[in-house]
């Protein structure tokens, strides 16, 4: 099995572009956004940790079986997210009792 050599520079340009994405976050923090601050934030979170999984992990270069493995961890995330934020966004604030 032959490995893929990946050049120096491509390590250099993500890390500087995980460099620049975590001072856009940082900035992103201080804007009020609404509504909207999860959103961006969660993006440029997701973007941060694909460039991770596939270039630092050697995801990009790996076998069909690998892309198996990773889009099967993905989706079973979003059935979980699925499934927490269905009942987080059914539960009415009368539910809860009251302890005092």
């Known amino acids: 099995m032959s490995h893929h050599v990946v050049p120096l520079k491509t390590y250099y340009t993500i890390f500087f572009a995980l460099l620049a994405l975590t001072a856009i976050?940082?900035?992103?923090?201080?804007?009020?956004?609404?509504?909207?601050n999860d959103v961006v934030a969660m993006g440029i979170a997701s973007t941060k940790a694909s460039l991770v999984i596939l270039f630092f992990?050697?995801?990009?270069?790996?076998?069909k079986l690998t892309w198996v493995a990773i889009i099967g961890g993905i989706i079973f995330l979003a059935i979980l997210l699925i499934i927490i934020l269905s009942d987080y966004m059914t539960r009415g604030a009368d539910t809860f009792p009251q302890a005092w």
């Open 25 to 36: 976050t940082v900035a992103v923090a201080f804007l009020d956004l609404g509504a909207l």
């Open 57 to 63: 992990m050697h995801v990009k270069y790996s076998s």
